[in-house]
């Protein structure tokens, strides 16, 4: 099993950043991909950014330019880095990972609150 923790999250203004984290632990050499998604009350869960094992990335279009994903694989933690953040980034951020054996596993989340 793979255990994933998220932290970093928490309340900036308009226009500030953020970095979240994301820990994981257990048996961390079967991970494959890595992912971000958010989701907001009463709305579906979105995938906001994913990063292969080989270090290739992808972005929705509306946090491209805003947000960077980068994993640190010595140290099994996944990063997402958010600038010029805008109030309707306003989610619960949860970390994902599959496996080679196509397992996946989810971390509980991380609140960010864009208020002025």
């Known amino acids: 099993q793979v255990h994933l923790v998220e932290s970093g999250g928490g309340l900036v203004q308009p226009g500030g950043s953020l970095r979240l984290s994301c820990a994981a632990s257990?048996?961390?050499?079967?991970?494959?991909?890595m992912a971000w998604y958010r989701q907001a009350p009463g709305k579906e869960r979105e995938l906001v950014a994913v990063?292969?094992?080989?270090?290739?990335?992808d972005y929705a279009d509306s946090v491209k330019g805003r947000f960077a994903n980068s994993r640190e694989n010595a140290k099994n933690t996944l990063y997402l880095q958010m600038n010029s953040l805008k109030p309707e980034d306003t989610d619960v951020y949860y970390c994902?990972?599959?496996?080679?054996?196509?397992?996946?596993?989810w971390g509980k989340g991380t609140l960010v609150t864009v208020s002025s």
């Open positions: 994902r990972t599959d496996t080679y054996d196509k397992r996946d596993y």
């Open positions: 257990g048996a961390t050499f079967s991970i494959d991909s």
């Open positions: 990063i292969t094992n080989g270090g290739s990335t």
